[in-house]
């Protein structure tokens, strides 16, 4: 099972923009869509963003036109590119492959995540 390391969290001011990465352990996830969720405190985990083998995009309507989700299968990494961030923004972000648009949840191993805050 391909497992995954999230990194690039950090305490941001509202307004600022942040990248995150997830490095999956082997090269087998270019065969699958992989998505990234978030989890704040006293929440359900949500999908925030998906990416297809092909590239299609979808994204939770909050963050559309902030976030940007990308995939390079030749160094097996998935970044999520935030801007204009929001306090309720702040969470536990991790990433994850998922069976298809439909899958809202989650199918492979989970990493530990990486925080981001933010707060003036």
């Known amino acids: 099972q391909v497992q995954f390391v999230e990194s690039g969290g950090a305490l941001v001011k509202p307004g600022e923009s942040l990248k995150l990465s997830c490095q999956a352990s082997?090269?087998?996830?270019?065969?699958?869509?992989m998505a990234w969720f978030r989890q704040a405190p006293g929440n359900q985990r949500e999908r925030v963003a998906l990416?297809?083998?092909?590239?299609?995009?979808d994204y939770l309507y909050d963050v559309t036109g902030r976030f940007i989700i990308s995939r390079d299968d030749a160094k097996n990494m998935v970044y999520l590119q935030m801007s204009t961030l929001k306090p309720e923004d702040a969470a536990v972000y991790y990433c994850?492959?998922?069976?298809?648009?439909?899958?809202?949840?989650?199918?492979?191993?989970w990493g530990q995540g990486t925080q981001v805050t933010v707060s003036s």
């Open positions: 082997t090269s087998a996830f270019r065969f699958y869509a």
């Open positions: 994850n492959v998922v069976r298809d648009y439909s899958d809202m949840t989650g199918s492979g191993s």
């Open positions: 990416i297809t083998k092909g590239g299609w995009t």
